[in-house]
């Protein structure tokens, strides 16, 4: 089997998200690393790729010269992550859409509601795929539970609770540090501190798991820290389509919580418990019975949760085989045997208009509003 | 030292509630159960007053015999327990109140802010002790974590996330269950399910645990399983005098959580976290430290901790001893050496201008309102 | 119902298992503390004794006085608990159960295998109860565990592994401090330090639940502290007379454990597993199936756990209630209602023989011996 | 910077170790899989080769044409990872180290001491890598313990008590699964069953973490299943050569455990703990303080951790990570910049001089026995 051609933008030498996507795209040998534009520093890009064995043609000094460089190649990559400044994505997924190259974007794809739009409706329109890097969504145990909602598992959904907190922006003494201030500042952040940061991923796996969209929300959103402009805190409240209650709390100020993220879905006939420091159990009690402690990789598992384990059950799988595991689906999909799971366009378009209704909600004293977006409604 | 006389109104043969106070009374050896009305069936509560060693002639059959009973007598009661259903406890601590006895009443209180005003103004008249039972206020560590925030050990709390909630009554087959139903129906249970159940025992311990109480509120009512008319799953958004934030979930269909109280304190300079169910710890993490797991019982805790521990470090202490901790504080408060710790009537205010508040504020799509009691404005 | 008359020797101010009895006899509501020799000093004994509301004429100076003073009375004491010194328990025992009275002995009952037979004869002789103070055995979930090995639910139990090692003798600074140094002393302690004071616990636990007793062992001791002539770190390897193998580790110099106590039991068909610090829960996992969390307090369990936990599933019982629950057994069985699950004289022996067998396995390298005492073999 | 060329020998289609093995080769993209001889059937090894990628003229059917057709090549692979059945490790890693190859080779490295020290022997002579994948020792926070133990911080080591226990062969109607049966039977598995495949595990991570070596062994073997020759589960306690007391359980009818994998570590100033299910926190407790715990990728853990942990802070790494470590560790070292705490040929005698001596001592009823091999007395 040949292997598939992949490039990268952004994730260049230091930063956190670059080599998470390449132990993910690397690790089962699906993908090579074939070209890449890997910083806004051209040179350093270049140098970068070339270290990490891309041909000195491929190793691109910008996201513009890469797409000229590659959609004429009869050799050109099969699929491009754009690992960039989130106020880039858009442009850059758009562009490489357009020219009819598979994407995989961070999260959040585009600053705008409209921005989001346009990016599904350039998906379709190209044929190609638009994943957005929701990546806990890959977790085994997460398809596992998933898989036990559309069956009927656990009933109608009746509340899901979800939590995204850290307390690693909990200093204030940090209010002059680059890494953490641009967070809260909307010339660089946008509408939205930590709901966008954190919270959509809470959202979106409320809605990936549920297999049901968000309709309308309620926010308060809090600046805990004096300087900040945004939020460092919010709680939103939400209904789903097809009538499941919403808790979403996410916070960065929340000492002692370190990658806090997790969720309990709570149905007519079950309660379910993940947590994605411990992401390869699930908590499982049906009405009336024990509280049962489901393994990644024990028998009797759905396929896709099967499928998405890579070794025997209570090796614990983390991080780095989630991104792998959207990466796996990513290859299946480009040759052609889809599995139809990984996050896409829509998704991210969602998260945006989540996050600009949320900002309203909050500025209007938490008034219940629409969160669906036109194009989707 | 002679032991104080205590009396019990309810808490009969079959109660849940009757043998925690019973247990938490005696245990420490301060009261001996001198008299009783235990059940509104008079015969059977006077004979089971007598099983439990209490006198013929002090083995009343209604709370109105006991208060006759009692009030000219010499040895008359130092302290009556009041654990009646909800609905009575305003006019018998009111009676008991007016008639110069000290009263320890179960939660809720009153049914009415205005009942609840009354209680206050009567007790402070009277002089004497109307203490609400609010006894997971008295878990040493619970103690501990009250006296760090007002040493200033986490800085100004931020923060407060907790929940109190259980999925007990998450089965929709339980519609004509007399012992669930009666919770969701307002002839019965007034104007809130959950939240006046559970909901407020979440709100006074975040008040009782920061110094601080609540002044608004925004809440999410939901009634998930159809035939409730009041709700079964509940969130309440709150901002405290001090400016705190907070965020209270309470919900009785959360299936998988059992006793599913717990309280996360977020200050400037550290964090908190306290499970009811394991009530024995405090995980706590300084700003820039790790988290530490503090231990009931271990050297360094503040009187008010260790003074309340009856057994050594990790020889857990449950649910009885905390009972036990309001009555050791009830009769070192009699016996004129208080310690002031004990939740009293203006708390039992509180919470009923909290739920009536957060009920109207549900009914009003979210919107903010100011949930401080008038008397206490 | 009339009250039992309870007495207790020892257990004086300042004392830790004091107050544990105490809350223990009193909590129920079954015993009245009648009498009492309280302390070595006869007038600190007295006083403090009245403090507790003994009468003065049965607020003894020493167990002498307390056995004289008793055993005329018609109100004599319906059980009297022996919380002295360890190398006292024998005499103190013997006098009162050959004068006819009950008997609570905190453990160990005995410092020698001979005085451990000479007990049970008596016992026998005297057709009194002889208890032994194992509490853990008390706690509901340990009875379920009991009561599902009886059933035959895990098949033959095939392992038990069971641990009770903690760090509090861990600082070697502590050589000199009198409440630890004597432990390790022979003169003061006996043949064995960490073994005879907490193995015994554990190993009266795989007993109990196993339903099974020791027949031999393998020991390996250490004294990881110079300074320490008897062991601080100790394994056991044993075998039941079922065929059961054990393994029983016990420490005080394990920095980081608390009271850590705990049993897991592994039979053909089921395994089980049990923290002392979180007492109230069972971790259960049937032969292919699924760990569950069994809860205190649930529907379905045996009579043994029912009828001794106190407050609602999840309501946390500790270790107070569990002492609390010997003595309602006792209260039965001293009214003609035995329940026969609290530990007796045998076991008391049993642990006795296990001891000193264990002492000389380890001085001989580890050799196999029988641990059956000659009058129960 | 060019990549290397790996090769690997078994791990075919459908084995549990071999995409281990690919993923910790990939992932960091130091290593392309350049040769293999992946199955015993020469057609299927070959056709799945090349499925992975490898050329055709690379793709070979047994180790014998591997070592043939690599050792002249120009691009011969820089390292070989031999992941076949356990008896043919030592011929395959001998002939390789002979021919001048680096071998990364699974455990057992041999069945024997006498293959085991001719292993040694040959590598040394030979100048090359021979590593064995004791991949848990590559855990970040394995590396921290290693580390901590170096600088002192805990002290001299006292105790150390490690499991590797699990349930999965405890059903006693798997006697006739092959997946099973064998690892009983002493024509397929040798001398010993449990202990030698994981209890090594556990006695490699307590010599690797102490940082020293086992010197007596005294053990208890037990074959709780009836038709095992082999024994299923395991006790051994065992002196280091600084006089450390370890205590390590094995055992594989444990059920309820998964991959009950774990290792506590008591020395005079503190105490430690890990578990391979949660493999990114150590709970720490200095003397006198409080259990803290340590998170991988928290500020101010050595070189070691920070240089083998990807994700950040509290993003879970797991089992696949772990081996990838090894071979980020292999690299470096084929590069010569050797971090030097891979485990190499000498782990590997040593560990098969502990089975062959812990089988003769639990033979001779736990008799203490001398564990060190001849060659490195």
């Not at 670059?18 to 910083?39: E, I, K, Q, V, Y």
């Not at 966008?196 to 990936?208: L, R, V």
């Not at 049906?286 to 499928?307: F, H, N, V």
Request: overall charge negative; glycine content about 12%.
């Amino acid at each position: 089997m040949a292997k598939l051609n992949w490039g990268m933008i952004g994730g260049g030498e230091g930063s956190q998200i670059g080599p998470a996507h390449r132990m993910g795209a690397l690790a089962d040998g699906n993908f090579t690393l074939a070209a890449g534009a890997l910083d806004h520093d051209a040179e350093k890009g270049r140098a970068y790729a070339q270290q990490l064995g891309v041909a000195a043609d491929r190793a691109y000094g910008n996201w513009q010269e890469m797409l000229e460089g590659e959609k004429t190649r009869d050799d050109k990559i099969d699929l491009v992550t754009v690992a960039t400044p989130n106020s880039t994505h858009f442009e850059i997924t758009k562009a490489f859409l357009e020219n009819g190259f598979n994407v995989l974007c961070e999260k959040p794809m585009t600053m705008t509601v409209e921005e989001g739009e346009e990016i599904v409706k350039v998906s379709k329109a190209s044929g190609k795929i638009c994943a957005v890097n929701y990546c806990y969504s890959a977790y085994p145990m997460v398809r596992e539970m998933r898989n036990m909602v559309a069956n009927g598992d656990i009933g109608k959904v009746r509340v899901i609770v979800t939590n995204f907190s850290h307390g690693h922006h909990g200093d204030a003494g940090d209010a002059d540090n680059p890494r953490v201030r641009w967070r809260y500042d909307p010339a660089m952040a946008g509408v939205s501190g930590q709901f966008a940061d954190c919270g959509i991923h809470a959202m979106h796996m409320a809605s990936f798991i549920a297999g049901d969209e968000v309709k309308e929300v309620s926010a308060d959103f809090a600046s805990t820290i004096a300087s900040r402009e945004l939020e460092d805190d919010a709680m939103v409240n939400f209904r789903m389509e097809g009538g499941t209650v919403g808790r979403l709390w996410t916070s960065s100020v929340a000492l002692g919580r370190q990658h806090g993220f997790d969720i309990q879905i709570f149905g007519e006939t079950g309660g379910m418990k993940w947590l994605s420091e411990q992401p390869n159990q699930v908590m499982y009690t049906p009405l009336g019975g024990r509280t049962q402690i489901m393994e990644k990789g024990e028998g009797g598992l759905s396929d896709e949760a099967s499928r998405l384990s890579r070794v025997a059950i209570a090796h614990p799988e983390g991080f780095p085989m989630a991104v792998a595991n959207i990466y796996v689906d990513l290859a299946a999909a480009i040759q052609g045997k889809p599995h139809g799971a990984y996050p896409t366009a829509t998704d991210g378009l969602r998260s945006m208009a989540a996050v600009h209704t949320c900002v309203a909600s909050a500025k209007a004293g938490g008034v219940w509003m629409n969160a669906v977006p036109d194009l989707l409604a």
